[in-house]
């Protein structure tokens, strides 16, 4: 079992950055890949990107590829989605997501575990 809280969200205007963090509780977050998953009113969701147990492989999804990063800090137990340029079809629920180390993967429900997930708005 662990719980995972997303934080940082907000309603900020285009362009501007947010960064979001995701806390794991436990002892096994190293033992972890993580996902970011946003979800807007009416649609499906969709996956954002992936990070490796160690950090040191990353996979995104191609909407946002070179305007989100996503790194993590295993000492914090803490990942984070690092959203720059946003624009206003950016606008959903925002998920963090954890999976037994396998391998990177897009698919939602790979990921066994899920936070609660956090509100950004992206105004135009």
């Known amino acids: 079992q662990v719980q995972l809280v997303e934080s940082g969200g907000g309603l900020v205007q285009a362009g501007a950055s947010l960064r979001l963090s995701c806390a794991a509780s436990?002892?096994?977050?190293?033992?972890?890949?993580m996902g970011w998953f946003r979800q807007a009113p009416g649609k499906e969701r969709e996956f954002l990107g992936a990070i490796s147990r160690s950090g040191r492989s990353t996979y995104y999804g191609d909407s946002v590829k070179g305007r989100f990063a996503i790194s993590r800090d295993n000492a914090k137990n803490t990942v984070y989605l690092q959203m720059n340029s946003l624009k206003p079809e950016d606008t959903a629920v925002y998920y963090c997501?954890?999976?037994?180390?396998?391998?990177?993967?897009?698919?939602?429900?790979?990921?066994?575990?899920w936070g609660q997930g956090t509100q950004v708005t992206v105004s135009s």
């Open positions: 997501a954890a999976r037994p180390s396998s391998g990177l993967t897009s698919r939602s429900n790979a990921y066994d575990y």
């Open positions: 436990g002892r096994t977050f190293s033992t972890y890949d």
